[in-house]
């Protein structure tokens, strides 16, 4: 969310382009949920499991079943897309990208302090209360909120990766604290954060889940992994009320009519659907009302005499698409070997040949319209020759013999950017790579604790700021750097880019960041993705988001 440490997965299904339905980002065309189950050829058995008659103002998608609604512990898109719809924070974004008030009554402005550190002072709207109505929200709720988010008894891998900032937050996540000190409760309606330097993306972080409000009463001392019966029915402030979770079948929106932002929810309810099968049949047959187009469909949506067509739409969307190395361990602790496994990666076949142009190749981490993009970096070439080289320097091909890549699926075989990857490393260097699939919460698991040597994942912005990419991911000491990535020249431009306060040259250190990265080859960048969507001619102001942001209140239906 985000995204929110928004993650997709490369293979395991037909369609692997992220689309963003109704604040849901799915995978294109197969009803995937980011793990990589199913290839969206199945049909449900409309007799075995016929769908419940429509109610007045539903609006119905395909959805996948979230890994987890805690705020506190969201590290995946599919959950994400649910969590901001029933929960809410200080801060939100608006559909033109801009950061506004939410529970906050106004954006506060920063006040630097003598120290150097910085305080944001939030006042907040005294007519917002959790969905039960049983009392309104106050800032011991978000004090208790943000804390639990740090706290190393939730075992969140998140919170202090977007709350780092906070003063006090390291020693309070590492134990050696009873409070943050840099969150203090003024009175019930005001809460102040101080923060360790001026750092012009911190309220965008706010954005991300583990800074929304949850209802002490009902959430108590459980964790990212025990306790968490709440999540079930749980007692949000956002925009609509978790009514109906029944796993792997569907989950059940209601408006919270009470919500505190205009414009207020117009629909009445929204119903995903969790079962597998193929969305764009269920959208055919008039049984969704949204969906994503994949690779097997899209030639013909795209097809200006096919009656679909003028129901689609596609735009850009920020995400990277990429293979991650363990770079503390042999053999891709040698910076050749990963090079001259990105080298043999041919990316104009990828994107034009097996995505048909779903997608664009990526030279660099930043995607097309983020901030800091820098157009002129030409990335790692196609060169298998120069490839083989690197490789034959490092050791030969015998040094890489028994690598495997992890990878998310379910199904019997990897999707097809795997295959097609694979298949160009056994070609080009003479390699022979093992595909590990593994269920979406087992495959994270792994990841955070390293049990990898290559890895096939995705990164799509949790906010409009290169920090969120290039900090976040590659960062000597930032919790989200799986690969263990570490380069001094990278952590200086970094924290640098972190307190400077003139934009030009803030995007400049990023920048020569991101050259450094790409020529280490922490990751192989292969592709951006687009977001697209199939739209019934009844859904009113439906917006193809870039990333996941609360957007079903702005939604409507005219039939």
Same mark, same amino acid.
């Given at each position: 969310?985000?995204?929110?440490?928004?993650?997709?997965v490369?293979?395991?299904?037909?369609?692997?382009?992220?689309?963003?339905?109704?604040?849901l980002?799915?995978?294109g065309?197969?009803g995937?949920?980011?793990?990589?189950?199913?290839?969206?050829d199945?049909t449900p058995?409309?007799e075995?499991?016929p769908?419940p008659?429509r109610?007045?103002g539903?609006?119905?998608l395909?959805?996948p079943?979230?890994i987890?609604?805690d705020p506190?512990c969201?590290?995946?898109a599919g959950?994400a897309?649910?969590?901001?719809?029933?929960?809410?924070g200080l801060?939100s974004?608006?559909?033109?990208?801009?950061?506004?008030?939410?529970?906050?009554?106004?954006?506060p402005?920063?006040?630097?302090?003598?120290?150097?550190?910085?305080t944001?002072?939030?006042?907040l709207?005294?007519?917002?209360?959790?969905h039960?109505?049983?009392?309104?929200?106050?800032?011991?709720d978000?004090?208790f909120?943000?804390?639990?988010?740090l706290d190393?008894?939730?075992?969140?891998t998140v919170g202090?990766i977007y709350?780092d900032?906070?003063?006090g937050?390291?020693?309070?996540?590492?134990?050696?604290?009873d409070e943050v000190?840099?969150?203090?409760?003024?009175?019930?309606?005001?809460?102040?954060?101080t923060?360790?330097?001026?750092?012009?993306y911190f309220?965008a972080k706010l954005?991300y889940p583990t800074?929304?409000?949850v209802d002490?009463?009902?959430?108590?001392d459980s964790t990212?992994f025990?306790?968490?019966e709440?999540t079930?029915?749980p007692?949000g402030?956002?925009?609509?009320k978790?009514e109906?979770w029944?796993?792997g079948?569907?989950i059940?929106l209601?408006?919270?009519?009470g919500?505190?932002?205009?414009?207020?929810?117009?629909?009445?309810?929204?119903?995903y659907?969790?079962a597998?099968?193929?969305a764009?049949?269920?959208y055919?047959n008039?049984?969704i009302?949204?969906?994503g187009?994949?690779v097997?469909d899209?030639?013909?949506v795209?097809d200006p005499?096919d009656?679909?067509n003028?129901e689609?739409?596609?735009r850009?969307?920020?995400?990277?698409f990429y #293979?991650g190395?363990?770079?503390q361990?042999?053999p =891709?602790d &040698?910076?050749?070997?990963?090079r /001259?496994? %990105?080298?043999?990666i041919?990316k104009?076949?990828?994107?034009e040949?097996?995505l048909k142009?779903l997608?664009?190749?990526a030279?660099?981490?930043?995607?097309p319209g983020?901030p800091g993009?820098?157009?002129?970096?030409e990335?790692?070439?196609?060169?298998?020759?120069?490839?083989?080289?690197?490789?034959e320097?490092a050791g030969?091909p015998?040094i890489?013999r028994?690598?495997?890549l992890l990878?998310?699926g379910?199904?019997?075989s990897?999707?097809p950017?795997?295959?097609?990857?694979?298949?160009?490393w056994e070609?080009?260097?003479?390699?022979?790579?093992?595909v590990?699939?593994e269920e979406?919460?087992?495959?994270?698991?792994?990841?955070?604790?390293?049990?990898f040597?290559?890895?096939?994942?995705?990164? #799509?912005?949790?906010?409009?700021d290169p920090q969120? =990419?290039? &900090?976040?991911?590659?960062?000597? /000491?930032? %919790?989200n750097?799986?690969?263990?990535y570490?380069?001094?020249?990278?952590?200086?431009?970094?924290?640098?880019?972190?307190?400077e306060?003139?934009?030009?040259t803030?995007?400049?250190?990023?920048?020569?960041a991101?050259?450094?990265?790409?020529?280490d080859?922490?990751?192989?960048?292969l592709?951006?993705?687009k977001?697209n969507?199939l739209?019934k001619?009844?859904?009113?102001?439906y917006?193809?988001?870039p990333?996941?942001?609360?957007n079903?209140r702005y939604?409507?239906?005219t039939?």
């Amino acid at each position: 969310m985000e995204t929110r440490r928004l993650i997709f997965v490369l293979g395991g299904i037909a369609a692997t382009l992220v689309v963003v339905i109704g604040g849901l980002v799915l995978l294109g065309g197969g009803g995937g949920n980011g793990d990589g189950g199913g290839d969206g050829d199945d049909t449900p058995d409309a007799e075995s499991s016929p769908l419940p008659e429509r109610v007045e103002g539903e609006l119905r998608l395909f959805g996948p079943d979230p890994i987890t609604l805690d705020p506190a512990c969201a590290s995946d898109a599919g959950s994400a897309a649910y969590i901001v719809e029933i929960f809410s924070g200080l801060v939100s974004f608006d559909r033109d990208l801009k950061i506004i008030p939410d529970i906050a009554e106004e954006i506060p402005e920063p006040t630097q302090n003598p120290d150097g550190t910085v305080t944001y002072t939030f006042n907040l709207r005294k007519d917002v209360k959790f969905h039960d109505g049983s009392r309104r929200v106050v800032a011991e709720d978000f004090k208790f909120s943000l804390e639990r988010s740090l706290d190393p008894r939730t075992l969140s891998t998140v919170g202090i990766i977007y709350l780092d900032d906070i003063v006090g937050a390291r020693e309070f996540a590492a134990g050696d604290a009873d409070e943050v000190s840099g969150i203090e409760v003024m009175n019930a309606n005001t809460l102040q954060i101080t923060i360790d330097a001026p750092k012009a993306y911190f309220l965008a972080k706010l954005t991300y889940p583990t800074a929304y409000v949850v209802d002490q009463r009902e959430v108590g001392d459980s964790t990212c992994f025990t306790g968490t019966e709440w999540t079930l029915r749980p007692n949000g402030t956002g925009p609509f009320k978790l009514e109906e979770w029944q796993l792997g079948q569907r989950i059940v929106l209601t408006a919270n009519e009470g919500f505190h932002l205009d414009p207020k929810p117009s629909l009445a309810q929204v119903t995903y659907f969790l079962a597998g099968g193929s969305a764009l049949i269920m959208y055919e047959n008039d049984e969704i009302d949204l969906t994503g187009v994949g690779v097997n469909d899209i030639e013909r949506v795209r097809d200006p005499n096919d009656p679909l067509n003028a129901e689609f739409s596609e735009r850009t969307s920020l995400n990277t698409f990429y #293979i991650g190395f363990n770079t503390q361990e042999p053999p =891709f602790d &040698d910076p050749r070997v990963r090079r /001259a496994f %990105g080298m043999a990666i041919d990316k104009k076949v990828l994107t034009e040949v097996v995505l048909k142009d779903l997608v664009v190749a990526a030279n660099g981490v930043l995607p097309p319209g983020m901030p800091g993009f820098n157009e002129e970096l030409e990335g790692l070439p196609f060169d298998p020759e120069a490839a083989l080289a690197l490789l034959e320097e490092a050791g030969g091909p015998s040094i890489v013999r028994d690598v495997t890549l992890l990878d998310s699926g379910r199904g019997a075989s990897v999707g097809p950017i795997i295959e097609a990857v694979v298949a160009m490393w056994e070609e080009n260097l003479g390699v022979t790579v093992e595909v590990n699939q593994e269920e979406f919460g087992l495959f994270l698991r792994d990841l955070d604790e390293g049990n990898f040597q290559m890895f096939s994942l995705g990164w #799509i912005a949790d906010y409009v700021d290169p920090q969120d =990419f290039l &900090d976040i991911k590659f960062h000597s /000491a930032s %919790g989200n750097n799986e690969m263990k990535y570490s380069n001094q020249r990278v952590d200086d431009l970094l924290e640098q880019a972190r307190v400077e306060q003139d934009e030009a040259t803030r995007y400049e250190l990023y920048r020569e960041a991101e050259e450094i990265i790409v020529q280490d080859a922490a990751w192989i960048p292969l592709y951006h993705g687009k977001s697209n969507a199939l739209v019934k001619p009844y859904v009113q102001d439906y917006f193809i988001a870039p990333f996941v942001i609360p957007n079903l209140r702005y939604v409507s239906l005219t039939r």
